[in-house]
């Protein structure tokens, strides 16, 4: 019993709290009532009990727990995006390995990513796709690595002007993608290159795509965008924008 | 390919429709259960927008009501655990779910008042002076230094007597589901 008398907050006897305690616990009661979550430094002063003792009669406000309007309409919204970016790839999930290249130029030009096989095409055609990042009439086209250098299972980050995006070879296919993430503008990082499967995650609140920019986990709303690529000569250029940041 | 991009373009409604019943009728409940057990709006919604997410991958197939509501919860629940696991990770405590007072029950539709129930029992256990603080503080929204007005106190007093009624109600919470760390060392024994 005896070595427990320095940990304060399960003890019997109430010990006198320091002005640092008294401080921090304030500021974390007015984030509480200010609909805000409290600072970290403020909550690691506490033990969680006192934190969760109180959580509970904070929501014990008449009315204090109803969801705000906008909250629930952005919620929905958000929520029926990741549906329907959901959908294209259930479908693509049962198509047979013949039809699956078709497939994903399909792809490309609705939800998905932009994906050309690395050998056999010498000049893809560009069309305007709404939801690439960067329009044809807009940009402009970088040399951003040498095919060889991107052998299956590569992903690399590169810049094109004011865009930081990644080129990925999954299985023979090249592809690129948006390097920020959808949530919060953070830069995305690849995943651990050991992951047997290739994707992004967000240094800010660990958001995860996956090799088709799909959103597999957080808080992240939309998929990434998809970036126009262009293999001539052996050489890979990405589709930027005309000037830099 | 042609109609497939037609197809990608009209994408407004369908797939989200039978998903729109299940999301109205339960954002708001799990928005609840969440906030009831975490407190502040910030945390809840993000918390709540997680729970969504997660489950849009779930939900895209065609589920039961019912069998969406308990996912949701049990996805709620797992998330409020987390939420509670980080803000313990600064102390050195480390956090079995079933040591948090919080956590003693499973029937979700009830617990948000079941919650509610148990901050007023936590309140009334409290002495006169505590239990007034926390009133001001808490059910009206008072500050400190509001709080100290009314009750003829300084602020410096407000504020240290909120942080021992909060600690001991924190105490008296954990005696009625066991204390924390004599729980714990059962659970630990037991697993072994």
Not at chain 2, 38 to 49: K, Q
């Amino acid at each position: 019993m005896s070595e427990e008398i320095r940990s304060t907050p399960n003890q019997n006897e109430p010990t006198q709290p320091s002005v640092d305690e008294v401080a921090g616990l304030d500021r974390y009661l007015d984030a509480l009532l200010q609909d805000r979550q409290p600072d970290a430094d403020d909550a690691a002063k506490l033990d969680v009990a006192t934190q969760q003792v109180a959580a509970q009669l904070r929501a014990t406000r008449e009315g204090a727990e109803e969801p705000s309007k906008q909250f629930l309409g952005s919620l929905e919204r958000s929520v029926s995006q990741a549906i329907r970016s959901e959908k294209p790839k259930q479908r693509k999930a049962g198509v047979s390995r013949g039809t699956f290249l078709r497939g994903t130029l399909a792809v490309a030009s609705g939800a998905g990513i932009g994906i050309i096989a690395t050998e056999g095409v010498k000049d893809l055609q560009v069309a305007s796709r709404p939801t690439q990042l960067v329009r044809s009439g807009n940009g402009r086209w970088y040399d951003i690595a040498s095919a060889a250098e991107l052998s299956p299972g590569t992903i690399r980050r590169f810049t094109a002007g004011g865009v930081v995006g990644y080129v990925l070879n999954v299985e023979g296919r090249l592809s690129a993608m948006s390097g920020v993430c959808t949530h919060m503008g953070c830069l995305l990082k690849p995943l651990n290159p050991a992951a047997s499967e290739a994707g992004l995650r967000c240094l800010c609140h660990d958001s995860r795509f996956d090799a088709q920019g799909q959103v597999t986990q957080g808080l992240a709303p939309k998929p990434l965008a998809p970036i126009t690529l262009h293999v001539e000569n052996g050489r890979v250029y990405a589709l930027g924008t005309r000037e830099s940041v | 390919m042609a109609g497939q991009r037609r197809e990608e373009h009209q994408q407004s409604e369908p797939a989200y429709e039978t998903l729109g019943s299940a999301f109205s009728e339960n954002a708001t409940l799990i928005y609840r259960f969440i906030f009831s057990k975490v407190g502040n709006r910030e945390t809840a919604e993000d918390l709540t927008s997680q729970v969504f997410l997660k489950a849009t991958r779930w939900l895209a197939l065609d589920r039961s009501a019912d069998s969406v509501r308990s996912w949701l919860y049990s996805s709620a629940r797992s998330s409020i655990v987390d939420y509670w696991k980080e803000q313990s990770r600064a102390r050195f405590v480390p956090l079995d779910e079933s040591q948090l007072p919080i956590f003693c029950g499973t029937d979700d539709s009830e617990e948000v008042r079941r919650s509610r129930t148990r901050a007023t029992q936590v309140l009334e256990a409290l002495p006169p002076r505590e239990r007034e603080v926390l009133r001001l503080r808490f059910l009206r929204g008072y500050s400190a230094a509001e709080a100290a007005q009314t009750l003829g106190l300084t602020p410096g007093n407000v504020r240290v007597l909120q942080l021992r009624a909060l600690r001991r109600a924190a105490q008296s919470g954990a005696t009625v589901h066991e204390d924390g760390r004599e729980s714990r060392q059962v659970e630990e024994d037991g697993g072994k």
